[in-house]
């Protein structure tokens, strides 16, 4: 099995910036891809970035220029680095990581990030 645990949420405001990271532990030799998602309160779950086996990075437009996911292999961690944040930002941030051959997905329980002056 896989624990994910997700670190770094807090109290920011507008245009500033915040790292979060995301501990992987158990199975994980085999991962293919590991990423953020988040949800806003009375929102649907929204991708935000994802870094897969091979170091190649995707994000929404809306994460596109001042998102930047990376990981740190010897520490088995993905993290998560946040600029220029607004409002709309503010949800709690989910980190996931998927494993072949069944592709399952596994999830941390999420770390609240607050973007308000």
């Known amino acids: 099995q896989v624990q994910l645990v997700e670190s770094g949420g807090g109290l920011v405001q507008p245009g500033g910036s915040q790292r979060l990271s995301c501990a992987a532990s158990?199975?994980?030799?085999?991962?293919?891809?590991m990423g953020w998602y988040r949800q806003a309160p009375g929102k649907e779950r929204e991708w935000v970035a994802t870094i897969t086996r091979g170091g190649s990075t995707s994000y929404p437009d809306s994460a596109k220029g001042r998102f930047t996911i990376s990981t740190d292999n010897a520490k088995n961690t993905v993290y998560l680095q946040m600029n220029s944040l607004k409002p709309e930002d503010t949800a709690v941030y989910f980190c996931?990581?998927?494993?072949?051959?069944?592709?399952?997905?596994?999830w941390g329980q999420g770390t609240q990030v607050t973007v308000s002056s």
């Open positions: 158990g199975s994980i030799f085999s991962a293919n891809t």
């Open positions: 996931y990581l998927q494993v072949p051959p069944s592709w399952k997905v596994y």
